[in-house]
């Protein structure tokens, strides 16, 4: 018997199609965090979907007959890769689906910033119809073209958020590791990237060498008035450092579509930060129509490719 549970799939804005040959589909719409309530969802199943639920070696143990696990997402940081190994569990990922989508957004996320969008719309609204000119001016409105961007992370994304910037007359710099001697053709050093650029924007997988990358004195060591992009993983940045050079005006705009914890507190501090250079999305970047589409397709490649016995994009 062939039983798929979706342990999340409120993380989709719309339900997948049950694969003719699935016996059982259980759609669970946010699965709490802790192990036995992920175990109680997992009962009986022999593959399931994840895209945040940790899937950890004590929830394995208590879970016999699972042997497939899809991650909805490129980023598998959520999964116990040396437990799924050990307990002969197969784990897949979708990589590359949100490549057009997140790099388009973080383009747009530049302009918002460089121009001061959020901004000026808060004057229209406020200022325009009292004006006594044809025009209200208010914050610093910056060109994109000639401007360099800075890029942590040489994947899909960060070299389609390469190509774009280009097109645009960006001058395009990649980040070799912190602490790296050796510096690869094509980078630059870490602490180079974070001297010279305009924008910074990471696209790393989160790791131990890449948790809180992005901290109080990176940030010093950053252009005054630089922008910082997130769209990746959250942990990647000292949220209070982050806040600080926003306050400091060090850092010129910050947009973040991640968050260390996700959904964030009802009194986070950067949510309550109601300055205009700070823009938070809900981490929806990924999730264009066609970004959502190729996700989708993705998750049943998998299924469908570990139920033939010649599992695809294995990453365990």
Known sequence: MTKIVFLDSDTMPEHLPVPSWADEW???????????????????????????????AAILQKSPKLRFVCVAATGYDCIDL????????????????????????????????????????????????NSKIFCVHGAPILNISGATLGIFGHGAIGGEVARLAKALGMNV???????RHDIREG??????????????????????????????????????????????????????????GLKSKHLGGVALDVLAHEPPAAKHPLMDYDQDNLIITPHVTWASESGVNNLKQGILANLEAFKRGHPIHVVS
Request: charge should be positive; hydrophobic fraction near 40%.
């Open 82 to 129: 040396q437990a799924c190994r050990e307990h002969g569990v197969t784990v897949s990922n979708v990589p590359g689906y949100s490549k057009q989508s997140v790099a388009e957004g973080v383009i747009g996320l530049i302009f918002a910033l460089r121009r001061s969008m959020t901004h000026y719309q808060t004057r229209a609204r406020q200022a325009w119809s």
């Open 173 to 179: 710099l990649f980040g070799e590791h912190r602490g």
């Open 187 to 244: 980078y630059v050093r870490f602490e180079t990237l974070l001297a010279q650029s305009d924008v910074i924007s990471l696209h790393c997988p989160l790791t131990e060498a890449t948790r809180g990358m992005i901290g109080h004195a990176e940030i010093a060591h950053m252009k005054p008035g630089a922008l910082l992009i997130n769209t990746a993983r959250g942990p990647l940045i000292n949220e209070e450092a982050v806040l600080d």
């Open 26 to 56: 259980i759609n669970c719409p946010a699965t709490p965090s802790d192990t036995a309530s992920a175990v109680k969802a997992l009962a009986d199943a022999t593959l399931c979907i994840t895209n945040k639920v940790k899937i950890t």
